[in-house]
Antibody, heavy 122, light 107 residues
Framework: QLQLQESGPGLVKPSETLSLTCTVS??????????WGWIRQPPGKGPEWIGS???????FYNPSLRGRVTIFVDTSNNHFSLSLTSVTPADTAVYYC??????????????WGQGTWVTVSS | EIVLTQSPVTLSLSPGERATLSCRAS??????LAWYQQKAGQAPRLLIH???NRATGIPARFSGSGSGTDFTLTISSLEPEDFAVYYC?????????FGGGTKVEIK
């Protein structure tokens, strides 16, 4: 069945760029028009949606991240990636990739990766 | 953005009791509200989508209701595995937003 797996560095220095990849296995990103998402969860807090992308590269971002975020898709390698620039300790969180239940733009998420912990510290 | 306020923050109950969790939106989200359950060290698990529809494999003791700005998640009779944190999420408007959570703990 379809599975998602996040990968990337667990430690990033302040002011640098956080880069994560979500690899999709058991199915193709291109098969349906899902808006695949990145969601993060700081320690002890609720989840925060970061942004979403579909197979053609159409994106939606959370304005709270003030232009620091880029999400891009690589259909040939069946993965999508997150880039978050100028990180601060406030960006320390568990980062999840997820697939929405709905094909429509804007969904709730019924399939999640296991999450990857990212610490921002010098 | 639409702010989701969950109450109470903590709910202390015993197994077998009924749990009633609330989620209030700062503006109407129609029926585009979901509920998740999260246990320590795990990703959130979708329970309810579009206010009242149970996700695949979710037991019938979980039910959702509401529309517009006021929503409720009810667990009819708490099982030991139901003690966890619950979040609501709206998909009516970008950006997608989540509530701050309700922790259901054992009394």
């Amino acid at each position: 069945q379809l599975q998602l797996q996040e990968s990337g560095p667990g430690l990033v220095k302040p002011s640098e760029t956080l880069s994560l990849t979500c690899t999709v296995s058991g199915g193709s990103i291109s098969n349906s028009n899902y808006y695949w998402g990145w969601i993060r969860q700081p320690p002890g807090k609720g989840p925060e949606w970061i942004g979403s992308i579909n197979y053609s590269g159409s994106t939606f971002y959370n304005p709270s991240l003030r232009g620091r975020v880029t999400i891009f898709v690589d259909t040939s390698n069946n993965h999508f990636s997150l880039s978050l620039t100028s990180v601060t300790p406030a960006d320390t969180a568990v980062y999840y990739c997820a697939r929405p239940k709905q094909l429509a733009v804007g969904g709730c998420f019924d399939l999640w990766g296991q999450g990857t912990w990212v610490t921002v510290s010098s | 953005e639409i702010v989701l306020t969950q109450s109470p923050v903590t709910l202390s109950l015993s197994p077998g009791e009924r749990a009633t969790l609330s989620c209030r939106a700062s503006q109407s989200v129609s029926a585009y509200l979901a509920w998740y359950q999260q246990k320590a060290g795990q990703a959130p698990r979708l329970l309810i989508h579009d206010a009242s529809n149970r996700a695949t494999g979710i037991p019938a003791r979980f039910s959702g209701s509401g529309s517009g700005t006021d929503f409720t998640l009810t667990i009819s009779s708490l099982e030991p595995e139901d003690f966890a944190v619950y979040y609501c999420q709206q998909r009516s408007t970008w950006p997608l937003t989540f509530g701050g959570g309700t922790k259901v703990e054992i009394k």
